[in-house]
């Protein structure tokens, strides 16, 4: 059976910073790329970050450039995503997403999702 587990969400003030974990079983986690995809009430969910299977490639969306960092250990079958400097707009249910292709195409697992909330 394949689960993807998100941890890590939580409150936290505008500026502060918050790590998230996702870790997969059932799978080869070397086998995927990662990605995180944030989504507000009401909104779409939305791409924020990507990373390959070896971990040497990453991407971000414009609006976290700079603030976000994504990475992985494949040993631990473990992606993160380091969240500084947050605002009240990152405030969303974070999933993480595992995809067989590279770039992110359609991702074959997601995540149940973990709460983010920035208060101002």
């Known amino acids: 059976q394949v689960q993807l587990v998100e941890y890590g969400g939580g409150l936290v003030q505008a500026g502060g910073s918050l790590t998230l974990s996702c870790a997969l079983s059932?799978?080869?986690?070397?086998?995927?790329?990662m990605g995180w995809f944030p989504q507000a009430p009401g909104e779409e969910r939305e791409f924020v970050a990507s990373i390959s299977r070896s971990g040497s490639l990453t991407y971000y969306a414009d609006s976290v450039k700079g603030r976000f960092t994504i990475s992985r250990d494949n040993a631990k079958n473990t992606v993160w995503l380091q969240m500084n400097s947050l605002k009240s707009e990152d405030t969303a249910v974070y999933y993480c997403a595992a995809d067989s292709a590279w770039p992110l195409a359609r991702c074959d697992y997601w995540g149940q999702g973990t709460q983010v909330t920035v208060s101002s």
């Open positions: 059932g799978r080869t986690f070397s086998r995927y790329a």
